[in-house]
């Protein structure tokens, strides 16, 4: 494109100087138009930087442009919508042929109020939708299914949702990406607005199912959006007993809330199903199975008990597992109310005749596992002991208890002599810090520039009390000798430990001494934080009259924090 037309595109000029924009776009009509390496004709690069007068006066000259398409197949009409420029938009608009130009689309097949909505431009999108009339031709979906509806309901954009559905008297729309209709995106990106909106607007939308085969109501029960699973059911309850999923692997709305452990979900389900919690899934498994396999213990606390779930406790799957063989099987945590429920203390087989104990020990042996076992074995001295018998001869409880015991042996061994290394390094910081403790007393008794000797009401002050840095020397001084005196007490505290003995040993103790040792740490290296401020200030104080070498002794005193910078960031 010639130089002076884009720049008079650019700046809206018609004339500059002996250059006519008019005379190049008559010879243009017959010869072609020039265009950027996009493909952008002078429309285009007008609709770019927003110049309504200019499209109107070039439009005037040659009406062609109007639908002229970059590379992209983008007319100067997407180009406008996608930057909100509105009074462009109405200067394309006041032209004759805009009927097509409103319909037609870019490569990925957006109209111009695709770009407008995806852009969140709510003018432009009045414009557009006032001069649509026809809701099946004038929001066609583009290439991956989205229509103007789609998107707006998808990015939550209410202004120009509400627009579009105000111009589509009858309820219709177009399956969307994965066959989601719009209500489908509002829900699942959580715009509860959109989405209340949209199911007033058309509420059998709440129906369908995307690809997946899961409806609105699924992945509202799934996102926890309690107000709109309210209104579904409100008007249709048998909702609730619809199936998500494919024809063989499928599971309901209330195995979605007790995957998710949203106990105010499941009261709302309840509320207006009381007996969907008797639902099973594709595999036969309860709520239970589901909530406890997601390891969520709050839907244990929260229904059993209560005499509405009490059943779910030992009921069995397709497989036979009860949700105790699946508890054993996900090495989660037995909760205590369902070790201390009835029916849990049932010796209960599934299929390959294995009982909840038979699962937790084939998994590899770790801490989690015993702590799992430990709960089972709990229940009852003898639950599982029968399959041991046939399947684990040279494996009895009495042989787990001796691991178990091993195992703590071991951690407690591992514990004493981690706590060893923290009391030798301890021997050697405890010196350090009652030097800096003794340091910091000394220096508060022999001030810098010494005391008021002159008999008088100052006898006995110091000399440099006024000033700022010897104040800031007096002050990190006693920050110092705190921080080393508060050291010193946690390394007292910590030496009146005896690691030695096996009995009165207890693992949390690590825990305790190892945390009191970093605080410990920590405070030391305040303290010598401290003592190099106190340093640099009490010489500042002195030096004063020799600014240069005051400054030249702060410069070098504070280098020391640099290299411990350098240590903690590379070391």
């Not at 583009?142 to 579009?164: Q, R």
Request: aromatic letters at 8%; charged letters at 20%; glycine letters at 6%.
């Amino acid at each position: 494109m010639d130089p002076r037309m884009y720049f008079a595109a650019m700046e809206g000029s018609m004339e500059d100087g002996d250059f006519s924009l008019v005379d190049h776009l008559k010879r243009e009509e017959e010869n072609g138009y020039q265009v950027t390496p996009k493909g952008n004709t002078i429309l285009h690069v007008a609709a770019l930087f927003d110049q309504g007068g200019f499209v109107g006066e070039v439009l005037k000259i040659t009406p062609a442009l109007l639908c002229y398409k970059n590379k992209k197949n983008e007319t100067a009409l997407h180009i406008a919508a996608n930057l909100g420029q509105s009074e462009v938009v109405s200067e394309l608009l006041s032209f004759e042929g805009v009927e097509t130009l409103v319909r037609m689309t870019d490569d990925i097949g957006d109209t111009a109020l695709h770009k407008a909505v995806r852009s969140g431009h709510i003018d432009i999108v009045r414009i557009l939708v006032n001069l649509l009339l026809d809701p099946e031709h004038d929001f066609p979906a583009n290439k991956v299914g989205e229509t103007p509806l789609y998107l707006a309901a998808e990015s939550g954009f209410h202004d120009a949702l509400i627009e579009i559905l105000n111009v589509c008297k009858e309820p219709t729309y177009v399956a969307g990406p994965s066959n989601r209709t719009p209500l489908h995106a509002a829900v699942i990106q959580e715009h509860t607005e959109c989405a209340r909106s949209l199911w007033q607007w058309n509420k059998p939308l709440c129906e369908e199912s995307d690809k997946w085969g899961w409806n609105s109501l699924h992945y509202a029960v799934k996102q926890g959006l309690k107000e709109i699973v309210s209104d579904m059911l409100g008007w249709k309850k048998s909702l609730a007993y619809l199936p998500a999923g494919s024809e063989n692997d499928w599971t309901t709305a209330f195995h979605i809330a007790a995957s998710e452990g949203d106990v105010l979900m499941i009261n709302e389900l309840l509320n207006h199903c009381p007996d969907c919690w008797d639902m099973l899934n594709c595999n036969g498994q309860n709520a239970f199975h589901v909530a406890l396999l997601n390891g969520h213990e709050m839907f244990v606390y929260a229904f059993l008990g209560s005499g509405i779930c009490d059943s779910l406790v030992d009921e069995a799957d397709n497989e036979g597992n009860t949700p105790l063989h699946l508890l054993a099987a996900s090495g989660n945590r037995v909760p205590q109310m369902i070790l201390d429920h009835p029916s849990a203390k049932k010796m209960t087989f599934n299929k390959q005749n294995q009982t909840p104990l038979d699962i937790a020990l084939s998994r590899t042996w770790t801490i989690k596992k015993e702590k799992l076992v430990g709960d089972l074995c709990s229940i009852n001295g003898r639950l599982g002991q029968r399959d041991f018998k046939v399947k684990r001869k040279t494996e009895t409880i009495d042989d787990i208890l001796r691991m178990r015991k091993k195992d703590y042996q071991d951690k407690v061994k591992r514990d004493k002599i981690e706590i060893k290394k923290i009391m030798k390094a301890a021997q050697i910081q405890v010196v350090v810090a009652a030097l800096l403790m003794t340091v910091t007393f000394a220096a508060g008794f022999t001030l810098p520039g010494g005391l008021d000797n002159d008999d008088g009401p100052n006898k006995g002050m110091a000399i440099l009390l006024r000033k700022t840095a010897f104040r800031a020397f007096v002050i990190s001084d006693v920050l110092a000798f705190s921080f080393s005196a508060g050291a010193i007490f946690i390394y007292f505290f910590m030496a009146d430990s005896d690691v030695d003995n096996d009995e009165d040993f207890k693992t949390d103790w690590f825990k305790v001494l190892r945390s009191t040792y970093y605080i410990a740490g920590i405070l030391q290296l305040l303290a010598m934080g401290a003592v190099v401020i106190a340093f640099v200030t009490g010489m500042y104080a002195t030096l004063a009259n020799s600014l240069a070498l005051a400054v030249s002794v702060c410069v070098i005193g504070c280098v020391s924090f640099l290299m411990c910078f350098w240590i903690i960031i590379w070391v």
